[in-house]
């Protein structure tokens, strides 16, 4: 039983030292790391002010908003997301659209 | 064996967190990703040890193993299979094993959805979460180890505290500790965005749902526990200000306030300091919450800690730590990496709003954190430890709640940065007329207005559903207007598309439910203890209540004796006519030390309340007894006496089985023949039935803005895909 125990117990520290110390075994691309983490920051801002665009169509719509108000706030919101689409498109190549092609 | 490979995997857990912290450090400082990569996959590995412990412990719960000496304190055989599985976080050792299993899973899912994102703050939230991960390992391996064991085991447990025997305690604890520990997610991630001085709302965004499950997670298990504090604590109350429960509340009301106030650092870049502020106290609450449960520091009706103040001085020592570690990162970043980048541009607006609703949600924490701790302040300035009770407590909550719920039907209708007078009132003017309508029918209808906390809380609470019905039913018409659809696919499309606005508007529906059955049934309940004999009967709130006749019965599990119950059949009238028919009891476990006698350890180990509870839509009728047993006293004194004398004589076995057997249902027979007046607590309330109403409902509105709505963020991407060719094909 106890030949057994220290078995598992070898086996588990095995399993985790492999695991755990796998990505200083391999020559990870850093570089390409980083430009990744940058885009998922973009595409989590672009989105973040998708959904600002889309309550505030909906404060608008309910009443919270006059047609001025929405309008300055559309225009500002949208003026961010172009900026973020910009440095997107200018970090990663151009995504062809499945829907282009029909 | 189980038990070497489980401590192992502690041992190794800690270990693996020693290295992670160490990695992910060094790591970010030289910009290393493979090292930062190595980091996380140790958070990883510590989730899957800790796993691997908590399933061995677990087996040994529900198989009885008494050789580990946590399953023979706290297990029986006779303890139901369902609870041996609980069981385990009614234990020092097993409830730490717990927390550091969900604080690990919590941490492993944020740091495996990030997908890249904070890539620069990662590491070091990894790090703080490994480095708490570490605190509790070396707890556990040095003050609670759940894998002692014993080479012989006893024949029995002493089994689960029964008051812990209740369906809320399955669920209440791991809803707790997953709102504690889910919690210090966003506390990491906000302690490595101030480290790298990266504080815009990308910290914010990565952590929100996390935040928002905890916040969920911690409410359903504060409502759980006051459930349980109803049905099983036998005083009738739900609510008791006691510390345990206050520690829940504290990190919820910081919490509730961060969920509030990120909106507008998300909206407009403000309130940095103040987030990051907010976030790290809730962090340090949801360690407090956890040093209050497991210290037994302060007396508390939820506190089941037999262990004293052994692990006191260490969670102080982390607690100190994280203080100074916070209050160091704001200060020094206050100038530059928090300056808002925008100002209030009105009072009369969302920020205005959320920035009165989050002093007041810190208000009504400050004053719960004083009167929690007000023993151990008064114990060190006087030498006394005094306490302070329910009054005060409501003397400071009421007047901030009643203005919290007012704001929660004030803040959905006003626009960001600035709305008008005029426009603000065409929002409110019809959830005022709501409420003012309820109001007048309350005063001349009820006795509503003899409570005028409570009347004003009735009415803000109708103002604020008034205004979250409004707000889906104006929302539900413009996308009819929008997309032609009939009303219940356009409310369940708005719901779906815009599930963070909305469920949040439904979760203040159910706050403003849940605190008009509080109001309700806390300011007009009606209570009486009375002591009464079979036909004997006693008159609450109009209700009749008569003592039919008593109960007796020995209740067994796997062959032996669990507990015995004894109680009565209560007929309940009004006017005559049968509202119902209850049965209340008070159930007796036995004392399973060796030195108490054959038959008086079976009263003499802990008892119960079993109430008995009649609950309706607008009233509850409730009912504790507390059996008298003094006049059984000299019976089973006798019956010691004679089976100590057979013992002697070497009785044993089958037939000594059979003997104690007869004499304890020749006790319970005499119970029932000649039963002594009993002490009944009697209570009348109403409105409880929507405390639980209301809580379910914020539960669901929680819910609902906590899914991913992935599905709206793909149809807009399309669409700005779709526009994108548009205008490419229109160039051409």
């Known amino acids: 039983m106890e030949i057994l125990a220290a078995i598992c117990v070898i086996a588990l520290l095995a399993v985790t030292v492999l695991f755990v110390g796998a990505p200083l075994r391999r020559g990870a691309g850093e570089a390409a790391g980083s430009l990744e983490g940058r885009i998922a920051d973009l595409e989590a801002a672009r989105d973040a002010r998708y959904r600002e665009i889309r309550e505030l169509e909906i404060d608008h719509r309910t009443g919270k908003l006059d047609d001025e108000d929405w309008r300055r706030l559309d225009r500002e919101l949208r003026a961010e997301a172009i900026e973020i689409l910009r440095e997107l498109d200018e970090l990663r190549p151009p995504v062809a659209d499945p829907s282009a092609g029909r | 064996?189980?038990?070497?490979?489980?401590?192992?995997?502690?041992?190794?857990?800690?270990?693996?967190?020693?290295?992670?912290?160490?990695?992910?450090?060094?790591?970010?400082?030289?910009?290393?990703?493979?090292?930062?990569?190595?980091?996380?996959?140790?958070?990883?590995?510590?989730?899957?040890?800790?796993?691997?412990?908590?399933?061995?412990?677990?087996?040994?719960?529900?198989?009885?193993?008494?050789?580990?000496?946590?399953?023979?304190?706290?297990s029986s055989t006779t303890t139901p299979w369902?609870?041996?599985?609980?069981?385990?976080?009614?234990?020092?050792?097993?409830?730490?094993?717990?927390?550091?299993?969900?604080?690990?899973?919590?941490?492993?899912?944020?740091?495996?959805?990030?997908?890249?994102?904070?890539?620069?703050?990662?590491?070091?939230?990894?790090?703080?979460?490994?480095?708490?991960?570490?605190?509790?390992?070396?707890?556990?391996?040095?003050?609670?180890?759940?894998?002692?064991?014993?080479?012989?085991?006893?024949?029995?447990?002493f089994g689960l505290n029964p008051l812990l025997r209740h369906p809320s305690m399955m669920i209440h604890p791991l809803m707790l500790y997953a709102g504690y520990t889910l919690f210090l997610v966003p506390f990491a991630f906000a302690v490595g965005a101030l480290i790298v001085r990266r504080?815009?709302?990308?910290?914010?965004?990565?952590?929100?749902?996390?935040?928002?499950?905890?916040?969920?997670?911690?409410?359903?298990?504060?409502?759980?526990?006051?459930?349980?504090?109803?049905?099983?604590?036998?005083?009738?109350?739900?609510?008791?200000?006691?510390?345990?429960?206050?520690?829940s509340l504290l990190p919820w009301l910081t919490g509730t306030a961060f969920l509030h106030s990120v909106m507008i650092q998300e909206r407009r870049g403000m309130m940095k300091v103040w987030n990051a502020s907010l976030i790290l106290a809730t962090g340090v609450l949801a360690i407090l919450g956890t040093f209050l449960v497991r210290s037994g520091i302060l007396d508390s009706i939820h506190s089941f800690v037999q262990e004293g103040n052994t692990i006191a001085w260490?969670?102080?020592?982390?607690?100190?730590?994280?203080?100074?570690?916070?209050?160091?990162?704001?200060v020094t970043r206050r100038n530059n990496a928090l300056r808002s980048d925008a100002r209030l541009d009105s009072i009369f607006s969302r920020e205005a709003a959320f920035l009165l609703n989050n002093i007041l949600f810190v208000a009504v924490a400050f004053v719960v954190l004083w009167g929690t701790f007000f023993p151990l302040i008064s114990e060190a300035v006087t030498g006394n430890k005094a306490a302070v009770g329910p009054p005060w407590f409501d003397r400071y909550t009421v007047p901030l709640v009643l203005l919290l719920v007012l704001l929660s039907g004030i803040g959905p209708v006003i626009a960001w940065r600035k709305t008008t007078?005029?426009?603000?009132?065409?929002?409110?003017?019809?959830?005022?007329?709501?409420?003012?309508?309820?109001?007048?029918?309350?005063?001349?209808?009820?006795?509503?207005?003899?409570?005028?906390?409570?009347?004003?809380?009735?009415?803000?609470?109708?103002?604020?559903?008034?205004?979250?019905?409004?707000?889906?039913?104006?929302?539900?018409?413009?996308?009819?207007?929008?997309?032609?659809?009939?009303?219940?696919?356009?409310?369940?499309?708005?719901?779906?598309?815009?599930?963070?606005?909305?469920?949040?508007?439904?979760?203040?529906?159910?706050?403003?439910?849940?605190?008009?059955?509080?109001?309700?049934?806390?300011?007009?309940?009606?209570?009486?203890?009375?002591?009464?004999?079979?036909?004997?009967?006693?008159?609450?709130?109009?209700?009749?209540?008569?003592?039919?006749?008593?109960?007796?019965?020995?209740?067994?599990?796997?062959?032996?004796?669990?507990?015995?119950?004894?109680?009565?059949?209560?007929?309940?009238?009004?006017?005559?006519?049968?509202?119902?028919?209850?049965?209340?009891?008070?159930?007796?476990?036995?004392?399973?030390?060796?030195?108490?006698?054959?038959?008086?350890?079976?009263f003499e180990g802990e008892s119960t309340s079993e109430i008995a509870l009649k609950a309706g839509f607008f009233r509850d009728i409730w009912i504790a007894e507390s059996p008298d047993i003094s006049s059984l006293t000299p019976v089973i004194e006798k019956g010691d006496a004679v089976f100590e004398r057979a013992d002697r004589a070497g009785l044993g076995g089958e037939a000594r089985s059979v003997f104690l057997a007869g004499a304890l249902t020749g006790l319970t027979a005499r119970y029932r023949d000649a039963p002594p007046p009993a002490q009944f607590r009697l209570i009348v309330s109403p409105m409880v039935f929507w405390v639980w109403v209301g809580s379910l409902i914020v539960f669901a509105g929680g819910l609902i803005a906590a899914w991913p709505s992935l599905g709206a963020v793909r149809d807009l991407v399309r669409a700005r895909y779709a526009a994108r060719v548009a205008q490419d094909l229109k160039r051409a």
């Not at chain 2, 399933?55 to 304190?73: G, H, Q, Y």
């Not at chain 2, 260490?314 to 704001?330: D, H, N, P």
């Open chain 2, 199 to 247: 504080v815009d709302a990308e910290w914010i965004r990565s952590t929100r749902v996390f935040a928002l499950v905890a916040w969920l997670a911690l409410g359903a298990g504060i409502m759980l526990g006051a459930r349980w504090s109803y049905v099983e604590l036998g005083w009738g109350g739900y609510w008791a200000w006691d510390p345990v429960e206050n520690a």
């Open chain 2, 314 to 330: 260490a969670f102080v020592a982390l607690i100190a730590v994280m203080i100074a570690s916070s209050v160091y990162l704001v």
């Open chain 2, 421 to 602: 007078v005029s426009r603000l009132w065409r929002s409110l003017r019809g959830p005022v007329t709501f409420a003012a309508l309820c109001g007048v029918l309350l005063a001349f209808l009820t006795t509503a207005a003899s409570s005028p906390a409570s009347m004003a809380l009735f009415v803000f609470g109708a103002f604020a559903i008034g205004v979250s019905v409004q707000e889906l039913w104006r929302g539900m018409r413009a996308r009819q207007a929008m997309t032609s659809e009939r009303a219940l696919p356009a409310l369940t499309g708005l719901i779906s598309r815009n599930r963070r606005r909305y469920g949040g508007f439904i979760v203040h529906l159910g706050i403003a439910v849940l605190f008009i059955g509080i109001a309700a049934s806390s300011a007009f309940q009606d209570v009486r203890d009375v002591r009464m004999g079979p036909g004997e009967s006693a008159v609450v709130d109009g209700y009749r209540f008569d003592y039919v006749r008593p109960t007796a019965q020995i209740e067994e599990a796997g062959g032996k004796l669990e507990r015995i119950d004894l109680g009565s059949v209560v007929r309940v009238t009004r006017d005559g006519r049968e509202v119902a028919i209850l049965e209340p009891s008070r159930g007796y476990y036995p004392n399973m030390a060796p030195m108490t006698g054959a038959v008086s350890r079976f």
């Open chain 2, 82 to 157: 369902f609870y041996r599985l609980a069981a385990m976080w009614s234990s020092q050792e097993g409830s730490l094993l717990l927390w550091l299993l969900l604080m690990s899973a919590g941490a492993s899912l944020c740091v495996a959805t990030l997908r890249g994102r904070l890539r620069d703050v990662a590491p070091y939230a990894t790090a703080v979460l490994l480095g708490l991960a570490i605190f509790f390992g070396v707890l556990m391996l040095l003050s609670a180890p759940p894998f002692k064991t014993v080479p012989v085991g006893p024949a029995e447990g």
């Open chain 2, 1 to 74: 064996m189980a038990a070497t490979v489980g401590q192992a995997c502690l041992i190794l857990g800690v270990a693996c967190s020693a290295y992670g912290v160490g990695a992910s450090l060094l790591g970010a400082r030289r910009g290393n990703e493979r090292l930062v990569v190595s980091g996380r996959r140790a958070l990883y590995a510590l989730f899957a040890l800790t796993l691997v412990a908590f399933v061995i412990l677990e087996v040994a719960f529900l198989t009885s193993d008494f050789r580990f000496t946590v399953v023979a304190t706290h």
